[in-house]
C-alpha cells in the first residue's frame, strides 16, 4: 500500500504518571491493509503536555481527511 492511500490506521495513546508529570506516548500507524498484523514501521512521539500529545491526535486523524 502506498503512502497516502492508506484506508485504516491505528493511533494508540498511552498514559503514565513519572516523578510528578505525566508521560504521554502517541504511537499512530498509517500504512494497515485489513488488520494489525500488515503494520510498517510505527511513528512514536513522547509528550509531557497534554494539549500537544492531543494535537498530535487530531493531526492523525484529520490525515484522513484527504485520502
Known amino acids: ?3 497516502g492511500s492508506a484506508r485504516a490506521g491505528v493511533c494508540i495513546v498511552r498514559v503514565e504518571r513519572q ?3 505525566l508521560l504521554i506516548t502517541v504511537t499512530t500507524n498509517r500504512a494497515l491493509d485489513r488488520d494489525l498484523r500488515s503494520a510498517t514501521a510505527d511513528c512514536v512521539h ?3 503536555d497534554p494539549d500537544r500529545a492531543l494535537d498530535a491526535v487530531r493531526e492523525f486523524l484529520r490525515s484522513y481527511e484527504d485520502t
Do not use: D, Q
Open 46 to 48: 513522547k509528550y509531557v
Open 1 to 3: 500500500m502506498r503512502t
Open 19 to 21: 516523578e510528578g508529570r
